[in-house]
């Protein structure tokens, strides 16, 4: 069965950085478009940034351009949230999703919590 299975999440000072990374198996993964959710308390889950099978091409939500990248390696079926400038307001449970292109559902890993203290 698919799994994808986040890691690198913990807690960091606002300013620093962390690298989330998101291992999946079960699936061809580079047919998939990959991408980062997030899901702060008491809000909806939203958008982070996505990158398309290749990793020719990738997207991002206005509130993170600029300090967040997202990348991945076909080659050990994974894909990478590298996050810098952290921001309290960064705070959230992190999700990775594979979606096949054009595709409403897909697959979801269960979460890494990071937390930005000020």
């Known amino acids: 069965q698919v ?35 997030r899901q702060a308390p008491g809000k909806e889950r939203e958008f982070v940034a996505t990158v398309t099978w290749s990793g020719a091409s990738t997207s991002y939500s206005d509130s993170v351009r600029d300090r967040f ?14 996050m810098n400038s952290l921001k309290p307001e960064d705070t959230a449970v992190y999700y990775c999703r594979a979606g096949l292109p054009g595709a409403k559902s897909g697959y979801w890993g269960q979460g890494t919590q990071v937390t930005v203290s000020s």
């Open 3 to 37: 799994q994808l299975v986040e890691s690198g999440g913990g807690l960091v000072q606002a300013g620093g950085s962390l690298r989330l990374s998101c291992a999946a198996s079960g699936l061809t993964f580079s047919r998939y478009t990959m991408g980062w959710f």
């Open 69 to 82: 990248t997202i990348s991945r390696d076909n080659a050990k079926n994974t894909v990478y949230l590298q």
